[in-house]
């Protein structure tokens, strides 16, 4: 019975409802019998193909076509820009080794004291061209944009 005062007022506390759920243990899934598994490498040569006796046409393949930049700046992304690590993809370990390879060819390359507008084209080029030359994953995207993004980033800080 709840105890009542004159200044507060106590009510009776109810236990919280718990339920108890059995699960039955799952069967293992394997795959059906007939199932064929078979394994597309990342890169398709058209030479290659050309010279297995495959018809140039509708069943060779074509090149993947380069991702593009997307549209606004790397970092803005209350202003219509994008996050660079989620846009390319890729694990963090893959992002962040790619990306302290491409600050150490900036330390090497280019004046780190001097901005990002004010760096020179050709110390520009050669760092864009070992870096891909290091990472072949680079020459998946159109232009240098993925290095040039990293390093803007770098000479933003």
Known sequence: MPKVCSQWRYTCHFAPLTMHCNFLPERALTPPPITQ??????EV?????????LPPGPLAPSPLPKMSKPPGEVGRLKRGGYNLQETLGWSPLEYEEVRSFVIHLAHEHLSVKKSWKSQSPTCLILVFQEAKTHYPILNDYEGNWVASDMLRVFFLK
Not at 45 to 51: E, G, P, Q
């Open 37 to 42: 598994h078979k394994v597309f490498l990342r």
């Open 45 to 53: 040569n058209s030479v290659a193909v050309t010279h297995l006796g």
